[in-house]
């Protein structure tokens, strides 16, 4: 009994890492996803400065 109840324990401790460990993996998709969004922007918004102090 109290073998099963360790196995158990031990069972849903490796089911909660597995789900944070894939939390993380997605939440790190969507900052990537975030950056590269924001880094357009910027390249796009210091060709504009550029066009303007240029022209």
Excluded: H
């Amino acid at each position: 009994m109290a073998f099963e109840m360790i196995v158990q324990i031990l069972l849903l401790s490796v089911g909660f890492i597995a789900l944070v460990a894939l939390f993380l993996n997605v939440d790190k998709k969507r900052t990537q996803k975030r950056l590269k969004f924001e880094l357009a922007q910027y390249k796009q918004s210091r060709k504009i400065q550029y066009s303007n102090q240029k022209g």
